[in-house]
């Protein structure tokens, strides 16, 4: 690691360090035979199933009068932002974004007063964590004006967090002392916050029965075919069957019975020593286990390589936590898998089996989906417990004809036989990205969050970039060389099921200043100069069947506006067309975007504002960028949720 770079740049870098081996095709070399063919299937492609609607009662988010298909007009009617940037935040005129909550404010009913120069493990875990990520909303009774906010909170930055402490990770962690370390635990994995809204204004109430927060030291059981599995077994817990904690939860979902799936990413930055020598040393590389980012091994021995080389295998999951229940247990839901996990985009299939789509951030790294077994009941809550327990996970290929087909990941199939080194089927889910390799899965420019269109059953995956990829590894569904800005690929399951293993797949854009022709950028042609982005990396589509892209990446410097969510039109004449809703202040990325039912609020994250965006500059908790959103001498930069609603009221965009 560079020892000059910001946080998110050392979490990017790391998401771009290939550890991915094998001579897979990668999508890039997939698109250019792709492109030739675009042409003759079009016509086909715009015609897709529409997904049978199940009744659901209150957990439905679909409002029926916004379903519009395959519209020929733009059907975004907002005036967008000046794309640009500076330490502020900016929204469409005639909106209001308002600060929901802040990292310290207070999440649980007895947390203390946020005060920066006091930090102590004790408070921040009963306070608002850091780097709010994710966003789900689940309505209570229906409402679009009252419900659950769940929240990932995905990892710490302790140069903007502490004072005068400034960057550790490349100078052996001198000031990061015990306590510290321990704010930094309680400050990642998530919260619940309910929320409502009186008056016109969101706010949160702070004395709810539902409060709280999960972090890195929550028990949670493990569930699932590798649990109690030998490679999970360590001294803690000799049964290999809970697991103290949640790390680096990035994206995430939530399911029609109203659970949040939340997803550990870039966990093996939190693990500390050596892999060399070890007995899984193959595996632990190909997951960059240990990557040394903290030190909370030198404190706590699960995270020390050392003494518990098993610890690590014991995150990278999909985590199922049910919001409604405040005493409920997470479960890491091993069925899914074990990778990078960035999100959990989700629809109930047409057969009633559920779906979930996750992609593994890190350059070169796979698109996956699971289905599960058993039917959703969408009758009884509790029978669907257990659903993701049991099923089939699939990797992709995406072939140059513009076809492609899942893999299944299962135990005596293929090449995942004990002759290849996989045991059972415990040892296929703990090394999923060498299973995934062994299958020949197409290596793309790094997934990030993949959303499921419920209306026309359109998959879309955002590939975030690869500055790696080398003209030799283009293939049609990873189509540039040295990817900078990323690209976007829709895909259609064949006869608009979920659970089938072929599918068609198309590339929706390609991203980057469309002005530039060297870049190769695709929007359409009614993109304004403010309405393209770079770095697609959270997307939602919201109940009327509209994509919105969140970045992670833009700059001043590299694009010349900060990160921020743009509204892309999917459909028809207007397909490609992007407009700028939000821009976030200097050096943060943005996360979360999730809309009530009714689409009259719109809420999201802002991550790690004040971060530096010149790479020879450390922002610290002294100097930062920005010190967004409260703007006092003596206050930091806080990672916060921001309520969006239109003045006046009405649906956002
Ligand atoms: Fe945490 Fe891949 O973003
Ligand atoms: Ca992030
Ligand atoms: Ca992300
Ligand atoms: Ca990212």
């Given amino acids: 690691?560079?020892?000059?770079?910001?946080?998110?740049?050392?979490f990017e870098e790391a998401e771009n360090t290939p550890t991915n081996p094998t001579a897979n095709a990668t999508m890039g070399d997939l698109i250019a035979a792709r492109l030739s063919r675009r042409d003759l299937v079009g016509g086909l492609l715009a015609v897709s199933a529409i997904a049978t609607a199940l009744p659901f009662g209150a957990l439905t988010t679909t409002t029926p009068a916004m379903a519009q298909d395959n519209r020929t007009t733009p059907s975004f009617d907002f005036k967008e932002v000046a794309a640009g940037a500076n330490d502020k935040h900016h929204v469409a005129e005639g909106y209001d974004a308002d600060v929901l909550i802040r990292w310290g404010d207070k999440v649980v009913t007895d947390a203390p007063a946020f005060d920066p120069h006091k930090q102590t493990p004790a408070a921040q875990a009963k306070q608002f964590g850091y780097n709010n990520d994710f966003l789900g909303y689940i309505p209570l009774n229906g409402s679009s004006e009252h419900g659950l906010l769940v929240v990932n909170h995905e990892y710490t930055n302790e140069e903007l967090m502490f004072p005068g402490v400034g960057r550790q990770d490349t100078t052996g962690f001198a000031m990061m002392t015990r306590a510290l370390a321990d704010i930094e635990m309680m400050a990642h994995g998530g919260a619940v916050i309910e929320v409502r809204k009186t008056g016109g204004k969101w706010s949160v109430v702070t004395e709810s029965r539902y409060n709280r927060r999960i972090t890195a030291e929550t028990d949670m059981r493990i569930s699932g075919p590798a649990a109690g599995h030998e490679l999970m077994r360590t001294n803690a817990d000799p049964t290999g069957s809970w697991v103290r904690g949640m790390i680096n939860n990035c994206a995430g979902?939530?399911?029609?019975?109203?659970?949040?799936?939340?997803?550990?990413?870039?966990?093996?930055?939190?693990?500390?020593?050596?892999?060399?020598?070890?007995?899984?040393?193959k595996a632990l590389k190909r997951y960059g286990v240990p990557g040394n980012w903290f030190n909370w091994g030198q404190y706590h021995d699960r995270f020390n390589m050392a003494k518990e080389p098993h610890e690590p295998n014991r995150f990278g999951w999909i985590v199922e936590i049910d919001p409604l229940d405040p005493a409920s247990v997470p479960v890491k839901r091993t069925a899914l898998g074990r990778f990078k996990h960035e999100g959990a985009g989700n629809i109930v299939n047409k057969d009633g089996r559920f779906v979930v789509y996750s992609g593994d951030d890190q350059r070169f790294d796979y698109v996956y989906k699971f289905v599960t077994s058993g039917l959703v009941d969408r009758t009884d809550r509790a029978s669907?417990?257990?659903?993701?327990?049991?099923?089939?996970?699939?990797?992709?290929?995406?072939?140059?004809?513009?076809?492609?087909?899942w893999l299944p990941l299962v135990h005596g199939e293929g090449k995942l036989t004990a002759a290849a080194g996989f045991k059972d089927q415990g040892q296929v889910l703990v090394h999923t990205r060498l299973a995934a390799d062994a299958l020949g899965a197409t290596k793309m420019d790094r997934p990030e969050d993949i959303e499921v269109n419920d209306k026309t059953n359109k998959v879309y995956v955002m590939l975030t970039n690869n500055a790696a990829r080398t003209a030799d590894q283009v293939d049609a569904a990873?189509?540039?060389?040295?990817?900078?800005?990323?690209?976007?690929?829709?895909?259609m399951p064949d006869g608009g099921d979920h659970a089938a293993t072929r599918f068609r797949w198309e590339i929706l854009l390609k991203c980057g200043d469309p002005s530039v022709a060297?870049?190769?950028?695709?929007?359409?042609?009614?993109?304004?100069?403010?309405?393209?982005?770079?770095?697609?990396?959270?997307?939602?589509?919201?109940?009327?069947?509209?994509?919105?892209?969140?970045?992670?990446?833009?700059n001043e410097r590299v694009t010349g506006r900060t990160d921020g969510l743009w509204a892309l039109e999917t459909?028809?004449?207007?397909?490609?067309?992007?407009?700028?809703?939000?821009?976030?202040?200097?050096?943060?990325e943005l996360c979360g975007p999730a809309m009530t039912p009714d689409m009259t609020t719109l809420f999201v994250a802002v991550q790690h504002p004040g971060e530096s965006e010149d790479p020879k500059v450390v922002a610290t908790f002294d100097k930062p960028s920005t010190r967004w959103p409260d703007f006092q001498p003596d206050m930091p930069p806080r990672p916060s949720v921001v309520a969006i609603t239109r003045r006046g009221g009405g649906r956002i965009g």
């Fill in 1 to 10: 690691m560079d020892r000059n770079t910001s946080r998110a740049r050392q």
């Fill in 253 to 281: 979902g939530v399911t029609p019975w109203g659970t949040w799936l939340t997803c550990e990413e870039n966990f093996n930055g939190c693990f500390w020593g050596k892999a060399d020598g070890q007995p899984d040393e």
């Fill in 384 to 405: 669907n417990r257990d659903l993701l327990d049991h099923g089939t996970l699939y990797v992709a290929k995406f072939d140059a004809d513009g076809t492609g087909e």
């Fill in 478 to 491: 990873n189509p540039r060389a040295a990817n900078r800005f990323g690209h976007i690929i829709e895909i």
């Fill in 518 to 554: 060297a870049v190769g950028a695709t929007f359409n042609s009614a993109t304004t100069k403010s309405g393209w982005f770079g770095m697609p990396d959270n997307a939602m589509i919201d109940a009327g069947g509209r994509l919105w892209i969140a970045t992670d990446g833009n």
């Fill in 571 to 588: 459909e028809g004449a207007a397909r490609g067309t992007s407009k700028l809703f939000y821009s976030c202040p200097t050096g943060a």
